[in-house]
């Protein structure tokens, strides 16, 4: 496993934990339902679903769309959780995956 596949299963299973830690805390099958949505790309992107060179522009893409949704919601909200983590390891796994040409 590369480190670029590192990076993105980790943010995949982040994603994933949030919307789990949401339906348990407050029954929320919205939360548990956005949260597997918004990372099948990801997930999809790490088995090179897309073909190599497509799923490493795909996953950068997403990447940034979760950043600036996930940062536009903690404004909104001003929270820091989950939004503002969720934003925050978006930037770092963004500044990540810049760093890899090809996985």
């Keep these: 496993?590369?480190?670029?596949?590192?990076?993105?299963w980790g943010y995949v299973g982040l994603?994933?934990?949030?919307?789990?830690?949401g339906f348990l805390k407050a029954g929320s099958r919205a939360s548990?339902?956005?949260?597997?949505?918004?990372?099948?790309?990801l997930a999809v992107a790490a088995l090179d679903g897309f073909g190599a060179s497509a799923?490493?522009?795909?996953a950068r893409l997403w990447m940034q769309v979760l950043l600036v949704l996930f940062a536009w919601r903690?404004?909104?909200?001003?929270r820091f959780m989950p939004w503002g983590l969720l934003a925050l390891a978006a930037l770092i796994a963004s500044?990540?995956?810049a760093g890899w040409a090809e996985h």
């Design 1 to 8: 496993m590369t480190p670029f596949d590192l990076v993105l």
């Design 95 to 97: 500044g990540l995956l």
């Design 74 to 78: 903690g404004w909104q909200k001003r």
């Design 55 to 58: 799923s490493t522009q795909v």
């Design 15 to 21: 994603l994933l934990a949030g919307g789990l830690v």
């Design 32 to 41: 548990l339902i956005a949260s597997s949505i918004l990372a099948m790309p």
